[in-house]
């Protein structure tokens, strides 16, 4: 039994979190500002240095969404305070990433490079064969960084392809050949 929920959510000094109507939350830092709206059933109290949350019951829905919940609010409050990165690697021989403004050209086995733009909120850096996206919400960092791997993903026979720093990709072995003709 999980009890992220129950946990209280830290506020740093440089962070601002303001409680709104409905459940919309603010959270201003240096950073930047993240804004999102909670699900009613879950009350958000500020005390001091810390937010607690509280669920009205313990039927699954309620304790499933008080832990959520806890975790987005904590997601944004270490976003808009230190920032989140997720590095990818590329692997494979003439595979090739340069950036161009806030553009990543990919050269990776296609007959033609692949561009992606960073959305807003997104910054992309290159060093060698490494992609570092980096930006304050958790979430779209993820799913940049995901959308990146999905271009050329690493292949089980050779490990060519696109793989997050340190990810292990699983092998296979080849053809066995034509054995007793």
């Not at 019951?57 to 976003?79: I, K, W």
């Amino acid at each position: 039994m999980s009890r992220v929920g129950r946990s209280p959510v830290a506020i740093s000094n440089n962070v601002q979190v303001s409680i709104n109507d409905g459940n919309h939350i603010v959270v201003k830092g240096p950073k930047g500002t993240l804004e999102r709206f909670f699900p009613e059933a879950i009350r958000f109290s500020q005390e001091g240095d810390q937010i607690l949350l509280s669920r009205p019951s313990d039927v699954a829905e309620h304790r499933s969404l008080h832990g959520l919940c806890r975790a987005l609010l904590n997601n944004m409050v270490l976003g808009v305070s230190e920032g989140f990165a997720r590095t990818l690697e590329l692997q494979g021989v003439g595979y090739r990433v340069q950036l161009q403004g806030t553009t990543l050209q990919l050269n990776v086995g296609f007959s033609h490079p692949v561009t992606v733009t960073a959305p807003d909120g997104i910054t992309f850096e290159v060093d060698g064969s490494q992609i570092t996206v980096s930006g304050i919400d958790k979430e779209q960092v993820g799913q940049v960084a995901s959308d990146i791997r999905k271009i050329r993903p690493p292949e089980p026979y050779k490990g060519k392809g696109i793989r997050y720093l340190g990810e292990y990709v699983r092998r296979k072995a080849g053809k066995a050949g034509k054995v007793g003709m």
